[in-house]
């Protein structure tokens, strides 16, 4: 039985590297727009504070407890089909789309009240950096659904298994990933 | 560490992640605003992005370079967050 990947020392992350050199790439992205969005700042505090506190709190810390339960229930199914658990696996995978499914609920929600008051990229630099930051991670969280559909798909075909579990890695790397960004986004544009 | 321990401590970082996160809610609804709250709530944050990269992503038991592209990412977004907030 291939070992755990949280029993011993590897040379590769998990999955396969080009997933990873995508990932590298994204986060040089998220980074950019993160830098962007501290240095813009500087010379608008005062308005970046007061556009800040129109911000509905509440519905991101209930978008990050999604997404952080999301990826735990993504490495529980890594780790149930290492354990050779497959239909646990399944079962932890169609969690992490609930949870998933529970972010793009609210946070569609929050943008449905935004263009009810008419909040658009034009309104003013706090709004278009947030609107901005916030829908791109939106479609990255989208093709993250995407992906977390097609790992469940495949593992309640049994296509991952202790041995060859590499599709399932790359996947859920990609998803960690999205959860990481959001991470980051969720105190610096809502909190500080 | 066996499934067992693998499954109990995957389940440890998330307590701390959830920890962590409430903390940094409440924060923010405590109306506090200072430059040393706003960079101890981001360091927060990027703790939490260290435990994402090293445990969900199992970054931790990888050998070499590989570990670390992420990581330098976290660092060099801290120094640019800290310089664009103290400036």
Known sequence: MKMNKLTKVIKYPPGDLAIWIFIMAELLVFGLFFATYAVTRIDNIELFEQYQQTLDTTAALWNTLALISSSYFVIRSVLAVNANQQPQAYRFMLLAMLAGLVFVVIKTNEFAVHMDHGITLSTNTFYMFYLSLAFFHYLHVILGMIVLLVLARNLKRGQYTVTDSSGLESGASYWHMVDLVWLILFPLVYVM | ?87
């Open chain 2, 1 to 87: 560490m066996n499934a067992n321990k693998s499954t109990i401590w995957v389940t440890i970082i998330y307590t701390l992640l959830v920890i962590l996160t409430l903390v940094t809610y409440q924060i923010g609804e405590s109306g506090l605003r200072s430059l040393d709250i706003s960079l101890m709530v981001f360091a927060i944050a990027i703790a939490k992005g260290a435990l994402i990269s090293e445990y969900f992503m199992q970054l931790h038991w990888v050998k070499g370079i590989w570990r670390l592209p992420i990581l330098i990412w976290l660092l060099l977004l801290s120094i640019t967050i800290y310089i664009a907030f103290t400036a």
